[in-house]
């Protein structure tokens, strides 16, 4: 199989990546010993004045290392590929001529690592193009020169952020961050890069102050504590990542590159980097698994019902991926203020480089505001997002099916209501489904595509599509109360809240949560996502599963005194001013008993365990590795633990 081709005109050489039969550049064995051949071809050319590497591919430059080669590589079989990656990468960079890396499409991982160890890097302004260095994400840290040739290039303040938190960014902010010295029009990307060989081999630039060792010494040792507060000791990928890339700016480059290879050695070999690298593999399959035969439909154009927080994200999440669509509501002044939350949203994504000011803009205008029943036969998929009420939302079912097409798809975002409730007197069932976003709808990767007993193939098909479509991971789920991730996550609220009721101390509950890997504790998500949507969702479901789930009488409680959570400033907690404490007047209206758990971390992940193993015997969901990623993806569960299903509270 070819991977690479070499071209040499006008004294410049040109080196081609483009993987035969695949729409992706990757680096496995083969392609480092072509790449090999091809830089000592390289090197026997007298009379060269610069070299080009450039990619074939219309999305992705290079996608970084084989990670199922990389993940099934032990010992010194994994030693050996590392080895050979760096040493190849070293000659590359060992070169006498100018090299420089046109960059158009994803440049990350051992891509970004080849790309570094050309003297220039040149990028396309393509929405495609993402470069950066992931391999934290993973569990392992860069290993091909990554720790050691960024810290270099950038200084160890600014390249640490970049290592330790393995944030892909888009070619305008690389270029901010110094990851490339330009940005084009992928129309001019290898011109404009050919005027960079002229400026010859790269200088290298000294930073004896900076990195002197009592300086780069205090700079690891305040970066370690910002990583241990975020990280809380539980991802030891960062950390060794931190230790090589500190090390790095005082060690000779073999020494480096010694010290690169071996933690990634021990990494490997880490329960945590193989849960990582695990969940990968499932989201890659999220992106492509085929759950039915037939063939899913076009979504030209959408509308979204209910101009609410849910309704105005969802808007402009569809918006963002180039999706025309109707926002509708009943009221002047919710639209009006979901415009503003929209527009809100398009500002942040300005100011952090995520979208240019005529992307924003374009965006803006793909949304159409409606508060009158406007004819929405022209839409082929329609988002309810109105109040959770039941009979409300029927009403809205009947209403949409009279003003949009027999084929249009109806979907209702419901985060727990039976959704085969609002087929009854539907006409044409088949097209109804439910698409559960998450919020904040712009950030939470996971949407729970919901299929009830009379939805199509062709329906389901076409609503797993499109998810897919707009950039996020669908998890298909059987219509049953609170679906997947909402019925895993409710036992484990209602017992924290139980717990404080009977006297225990919020922030120990909380704490508790936290250095078990949750990103946030079960009284402050609650606080976050409102008391009185927690209420609903746990009535919901105390019906359907009374025996061990009712709503906590505490809840009820604040909520009588008003304290609806975090967007009314009280709940568990009191927020002002950014600042927040447990909530006086919510520690009076606990019963006052203590009869908690002795080991509150355990017994509260046990539940989620519990209800995942009941909703995977009962098919809620079709597979344990679903159900997982859902969890991590939808909750934020611990990653490192691999999800309730993978995680044995027995062994902790």
């Given at each position: ?22 729409s992706?550049?990757i ?100 929405s ?12 392992i ?88 507060a ?6 030891p990928?960062?950390?060794e ?50 759950h ?17 927080i ?100 109806l ?45 199509s ?103 009588e ?31 006052g ?39 991590v ?15 044995n509270?027995?062994?902790?």
């Amino acid at each position: 199989m070819s991977n690479l081709n070499l071209n040499i005109l006008n004294s410049i050489a040109t080196l081609t990546f483009d993987r035969e039969g695949s729409s992706a550049n990757i680096f496995d064995r083969g392609t480092l010993d072509e790449l090999d051949a091809l830089l000592a071809e390289i090197e026997g050319v007298g009379a060269l004045t610069g070299l080009l590497i450039r990619s074939a591919k219309p999305t992705i430059f290079i996608a970084g290392a084989d990670l199922k080669a990389l993940s099934k590589a032990k010992g010194e079989e994994l030693k050996e590929l590392l080895e050979t990656g760096q040493r190849i990468f070293n000659r590359l960079a060992d070169l006498p001529i100018p090299t420089v890396a046109a960059i158009n499409g994803a440049c990350v991982g051992g891509g970004f690592e080849l790309a570094l160890a050309c003297d220039w890097r040149v990028a396309s302004d393509a929405s495609a193009t993402r470069i950066g260095l992931p391999e934290t994400q993973l569990g392992i840290l860069p290993a091909w020169g990554g720790s050691t040739r960024l810290p270099a290039l950038l200084g160890l303040p600014k390249a640490l952020p970049l290592i330790l938190s393995g944030k892909l960014l888009n070619s305008v902010a690389a270029k901010r961050k110094g990851l490339v010295d330009a940005v084009v029009p992928v129309e001019h990307l290898e011109n404009h890069a050919r005027t960079y060989l002229k400026r010859g081999k790269r200088r290298r630039v000294w930073r004896p102050l900076l990195h002197s060792k009592p300086v780069s010494s205090f700079i690891g040792k305040r970066a370690a504590k910002d990583l241990l507060a975020k990280t809380r000791g539980l991802y030891p990928g960062p950390e060794e990542a931190l230790q090589v890339a500190v090390d790095s700016v005082s060690r000779p480059r073999t020494v480096s590159l010694a010290a690169e290879c071996d933690a990634t050695l021990r990494l490997a070999e880490g329960p945590e980097t193989k849960q990582l690298i695990r969940l990968f593999f499932l989201q890659e399959h999220a992106k492509k698994h085929r759950h039915v035969e037939a063939a899913p439909r076009e979504v030209r154009r959408a509308a979204v019902i209910g101009a609410g927080i849910m309704g105005s994200g969802i808007a402009y999440w569809l918006s963002t991926r180039g999706v025309p669509v109707t926002l509708q509501d009943i009221s002047d002044e919710a639209l009006a203020k979901g415009h503003q939350v929209i527009a809100n949203l398009y500002g942040k994504a300005r100011s952090r480089h995520v979208v240019t000011a005529t992307e924003s803009a374009r965006g803006l205008d793909r949304i159409h505001l409606a508060s009158g029943p406007v004819p929405l036969g022209n839409c082929d998929l329609i988002i309810e997002a109105a109040v959770e009420e039941l009979e409300i939302k029927k009403k809205i079912f009947a209403d949409l099916a009279a003003r949009s097409r027999p084929d249009t798809i109806l979907a209702t975002n419901t985060s727990a209501l039976p959704i085969h409730e609002l087929a009854e007197g539907l006409p044409h069932p088949e097209r109804l489904i439910g698409l559960h976003f998450f919020n904040p709808v712009h950030r939470m990767q996971l949407v729970e595509v919901v299929r009830t007993a009379s939805t199509s193939d062709e329906t389901l098909a076409t609503g797993v599509a499109f998810v897919r479509r707009i950039g996020k991971l669908p998890v298909v789920v059987r219509d049953s109360p609170g679906f997947l991730v909402n019925r895993i996550l409710m036992p484990y609220l209602v017992e924290a809240a139980r717990i404080f009721d009977e006297g225990g101390d919020p922030e120990v509950i909380d704490q508790a949560m936290l250095e078990f890997g949750m990103p946030m504790g079960p009284l402050r998500l609650l606080d976050e996502v409102g008391l009185d949507v927690a209420q609903h969702v746990a009535e919901t479901l105390a019906v359907a599963f009374p025996e061990r789930m009712k709503v906590p009488g505490v809840v009820v409680k604040l909520l009588e005194k008003g304290f609806t959570g975090r967007k009314g400033g009280k709940g568990f907690y009191r927020y002002h001013k950014g600042r927040s404490f447990p909530n006086p007047k919510a520690l009076r209206l606990r019963s006052g008993r203590s009869d908690a758990p002795a080991n509150v971390q355990m017994h509260l992940a046990g539940l989620m365990t519990s209800e995942a193993q009941r909703c995977l015997s009962e098919g809620v969901a079709a597979t344990a590795d679903e159900i997982d990623l859902a969890m991590v993806l939808g909750t934020g569960y611990a990653p490192f633990r691999g999800g309730p299903l993978t995680f044995n509270p027995q062994s902790p």
